[in-house]
């Protein structure tokens, strides 16, 4: 049983004590804010941790447990959305466990070696995401997998904006500049991976540009 009241498949509980043993590293985080990563392999199949809890004591008192909160409503919102990874379950406040999708990240694969199609299917789906209301907000190579049969894949939803036709306003303006951000990443990822070329990169839209000075100076 979960914190959030939820469970894991058949053979895999979902407490620290009993994942502590089967835990191993993929990936440490970016920098000293970002979950570490970790697989965990069980009869029931291989599934990942994100994990805040062995961070400075202010990401994981305070910006991890809200980040993965917002992963959560996320990866709820798209349930069942092809291209989404599950989420398996929540072990506590500082911890999500996710469908361990087997592919590589953009960011370990050759520059201009990706075919063209890749990057439709990449925004076919991130305009699906868009359709459920969440803008992902942070889209980079680190961010699409290149997972079986080579199709996208896309993870880390930690700065996801939600918004509906119900939400205020001002939320929706927001959601509509994430939504552009997110396409014009796939621009920029198709011009440094695709095989063949792609076409030019569209304007940057204003409150992303400001949001990422925001980030870049708190060092997120």
């Known amino acids: 049983m979960t914190s ?14 009993e994942l502590a043993g089967r835990r191993r590293r993929l990936h440490d985080g970016r920098n000293r804010t970002k ?19 062995s961070r400075p004591f202010w990401v994981r008192a305070l910006l991890g447990p809200w980040q993965l909160r917002r992963e959560i409503r996320a990866y709820r919102r798209l349930a069942d959305l092809p291209g989404i990874p599950r989420l398996v379950g929540v072990v506590d406040r500082q ?40 803008a992902h907000g942070d889209l980079h190579h680190g961010d699409v997998l290149v997972g079986p049969g080579g199709r996208p894949f ?20 927001v959601f509509g500049q994430m939504c552009r951000a997110d396409l014009r990443s796939i621009a920029k990822l198709r011009r440094r991976y695709a095989a063949g ?10 409150l992303y540009r400001l949001a990422a000075r925001v980030r870049d100076r708190l060092g997120l």
């Open 35 to 53: 979950a570490v990563i970790d697989l965990v392999e069980s009869p029931a199949g291989s599934f990942v941790i994100k994990d805040v809890a």
């Open 95 to 134: 911890a999500i466990v996710l469908e361990y999708v087997d592919g590589r990240p953009l960011q370990a694969t050759a520059r201009a070696s990706i075919d063209a199609s890749f990057f439709d299917r990449l925004a076919d789906l991130v305009r699906a995401v868009h359709a459920r209301g969440v």
């Open 197 to 206: 070329g792609a076409p030019p990169e569209p304007p940057r839209p204003g």
């Open 4 to 17: 959030d009241g939820t469970t894991g498949p058949p053979g895999l509980r979902l407490s620290r004590d």
């Open 154 to 173: 896309l993870v880390d939803f930690s700065t996801s904006w939600i918004a509906g036709s119900g939400s205020w306003w001002p939320a929706r303006r």
